[in-house]
């Protein structure tokens, strides 16, 4: 079983990649759908969180995610509080989905990793490791036309994360996301024609 581990920073097009990986017939484990699942109303995750940053992080006995995002995008570290709670949870739950993936058979997985670098694996920790790279200010533009952010807010997010440059320095391959989504597909599907095995 070939593992890939998949990154990128946010609004660079890891998502159109990780949805073409899919397409390919790889098994794409969604990073941020394990922390949603790791934070949901009762988990441990939950717990340590209020423990950590009080009321104002939930409502309605769910994580306020909105709230939280305007505490740890503006301070360092409270995100980086954020991540030693949740990122453990994340990585048990990854794990899990590896023996799954073997149960079933899987020959590629793809673990679409948002924040691969800033969790401290690299490629030690995947057979390939895949990045997704944009220049800043097109994604500053693509975030405050697709989700509607103001540019400090963008700028804030963007910050917040690892650099293309850190992220390239873990990776085997870096794919251009400045291009339209076609394109970044066609990337995807010419890494795959050169570094998955065709029996994969």
Do not use: C
């Not at 873990?170 to 291009?179: C, P, T």
Request: aromatic letters at 4%; hydrophobic letters at 50%; glycine letters at 6%.
């Amino acid at each position: 079983m070939i593992r890939i581990g998949l990154t990128g920073g946010i609004a660079a097009g890891k998502s159109t990649a990780s949805a073409r990986f899919g397409e390919r017939g790889a098994t794409v484990v969604d990073h941020d759908e394990l922390a949603r699942r790791a934070v949901a109303p009762g988990s441990a995750a939950l717990v340590e969180i209020v423990r950590a940053f009080g009321d104002r992080a939930v409502r309605d006995g769910e994580l306020d995610r909105a709230a939280v995002a305007n505490i740890v995008f503006h301070d360092p570290s409270a995100r980086a509080q954020l991540d030693e709670i949740v990122h453990p949870y994340v990585f048990a739950m990854s794990r899990a989905a590896d023996r799954r993936a073997r149960l079933e058979r899987a020959k590629v997985v793809v673990h679409d990793i948002p924040l691969l670098v800033e969790s401290g694996q690299s490629s030690a920790d995947f057979d390939l490791v895949v990045t997704i790279a944009a220049d800043e200010e097109l994604r500053v533009q693509r975030l405050m036309a697709a989700r509607g952010m103001a540019e400090a807010d963008a700028r804030a997010r963007i910050a917040s994360q690892a650099s293309d440059a850190e992220r390239a320095a873990v990776a085997d391959a870096v794919l251009d996301g400045n291009g339209t989504a076609d394109q970044l597909r066609e990337q995807v599907d010419e890494f795959w024609s050169m570094s998955v095995p065709t029996d994969a």
